[in-house]
């Protein structure tokens, strides 16, 4: 009788093990995940991402030979205009902070108790890359503590500059409507690389709800927006 109930002890010992590591191991393996991709975006670039995946997805609901609008543009091909004109708008410490701009995320914070939902994340450019390439739009605290390790991942094995450059190329500017290049043609039938200030600004602008502002181009907001990003932007660090 001994031997049996050891066994069964030593069973339950070894399943609770097993219920508490497991998780973890589960976890973990996620993380080394994205790790592995991370360091595969910083050489080879991304033919797609969970953002792109999801609303083609979506579009194929209703028109099941709908495509997105996206062509991958080098660094040197997009408009410095455009850059300064982002990072004016969506993140003015990016060429300084190391993923995450606890500042802006404490901001973010005190918002979202006021109102007793998360309203907004304070998120970064690398934040954002995060989200675009590997997660998805809900908002959670639990999604954005991924972000942040996954954008601490970006940063530790790629620069600055491709960083912006893959964020450049994969943003969502409009329903269907993915990176610079396809922007400026979708907006103003021109290339990435020749946006004039004015038209760059208006870009960065739309960022946060680019589907609205595909449909509604000439809100109040959008004009007074726009020109407080185009006096800003001379003052935005570039990699």
């Known amino acids: 009788m001994g031997k049996p109930r050891k066994a069964a002890r030593k069973g339950s010992r070894s399943w609770l093990k097993w219920l508490i590591l497991g998780p973890i ?10 790790f592995i991709m991370v360091c595969w975006y910083s050489v080879f670039n991304p033919g797609s991402t969970s953002f792109m995946r999801e609303q ?9 030979n709908a495509k997105l609008k996206h062509e991958w543009v080098p660094y040197e091909r997009i408009s410095t205009n455009l850059k300064r004109a982002v990072v004016a708008s969506e993140d003015s ?7 995450v701009d606890w500042e802006a995320l404490e901001k973010a914070y005190e918002r979202n108790n006021k109102r007793s939902k998360v309203v907004g994340g304070g998120s970064t450019i690398t934040q954002q890359l995060a989200k675009n390439l590997f997660l998805s739009g809900s908002r959670s605290y639990l999604r954005k503590g991924q972000e942040m ?3 601490f991942m970006l940063e530790t094995v790629m620069s600055k500059r491709r960083i912006l450059e893959v964020y450049l190329n994969v943003v969502e500017y409009g329903r269907g409507v993915f990176g610079a290049e396809a922007a400026a043609r979708h907006y103003y039938r021109t290339s990435a690389a ?20 595909d449909k509604h181009r000439s809100t109040g ?3 007074r927006r726009t020109a407080l990003i185009q006096r ?3 003052f935005a660090d570039l990699p």
Request: proline share 5%.
């Open 221 to 223: 907001y959008l004009v």
């Open 93 to 99: 410490r990016f060429a300084e902070h190391g993923g």
């Open 149 to 151: 390790i996954i954008a």
């Open 25 to 34: 191991l589960l976890v973990l393996l996620v993380q080394l995940y994205f």
């Open 56 to 64: 083609l997805s979506e579009l194929r609901e209703k028109n099941p």
């Open 194 to 213: 020749n946006l004039s200030a004015q038209q760059a600004a208006r870009l960065a602008v739309m960022l946060p709800n680019p589907r609205y502002y």
């Open 232 to 234: 800003r932007m001379r």
